[in-house]
């Protein structure tokens, strides 16, 4: 979405934005990018309230991926939230089938569905054979990466201790005494 910038660390890859205010406008435009660009693949890195959706989600990201694969353009969607859970509140609850819905179009409408952790391969596998689709793959970001093996050092001195981050938006909702507990429970084994 318009403005986009450049990335310092990328300079020379080409950024561009689309103008667009709702969800299906984006999309419509953004589609417009890609068949003028006309690529053999595209990523669309995907979560249910994309582009300002709000709690509902849009056909919108479902509506470009299909639209790309009619391109000819081979369509991979990376998820991390896949939807939003199922709340005892009327409108969460609605929000909530209707992401999921949002989520099983989506998955028949691309090439490959990647997502970041083993859990939630886990959660889309039946959901996977049920539409008759491959299982997602797994693409690990951020704290579910897979660790970078650390070189032991040869200097004499204290044991190294091992480091335990979280990181996680400051949202209502969010369990950080779960996390504080977790932490004092991982502390007295290691």
């Known amino acids: 979405r318009q403005p986009a910038e450049r990335h310092p660390d990328a ?42 959706a ?17 391109l000819g353009a081979r369509v991979t969607v990376i ?4 939807a939003v ?7 969460l609850a609605l929000a909530a089938g209707l992401q999921r819905v949002q989520l099983a179009a989506l998955v ?17 596998s039946q959901l996977c054979r049920f539409l008759g689709v491959p299982e997602p793959g797994i693409v690990r970001v ?9 070189k032991r050092h040869l200097e004499v001195g204290p044991r190294m201790t091992p480091r335990i981050g979280f990181f996680s938006t400051a949202a209502v909702g969010k369990r ?3 996390v504080l507990d977790a932490f004092a429970q991982i502390s007295q084994k290691i």
Request: proline share 10%.
């Open 142 to 150: 951020g704290p579910g990466a897979l660790p970078i093996e650390r």
């Open 11 to 52: 300079p020379d890859l080409d950024v561009r934005g689309v103008p667009g205010r709702w969800p299906t406008a984006i999309a419509r435009h953004a589609l417009n990018a890609i068949a003028e660009a006309r690529p053999t693949d595209v990523l669309l890195q995907y979560t249910p309230q994309m582009w300002d």
């Open 176 to 178: 950080f005494d779960v």
């Open 79 to 82: 998820a991390h939230e896949l």
């Open 108 to 124: 028949k409408a691309c090439d490959r569905f990647l997502v970041t952790t083993e859990t939630r391969a886990l959660y889309l």
């Open 85 to 91: 859970p199922f709340l005892a509140r009327p409108d």
């Open 54 to 70: 709000g709690r509902f989600g849009s056909p919108a990201a479902v509506w470009l991926a299909a639209r790309a694969r009619r």
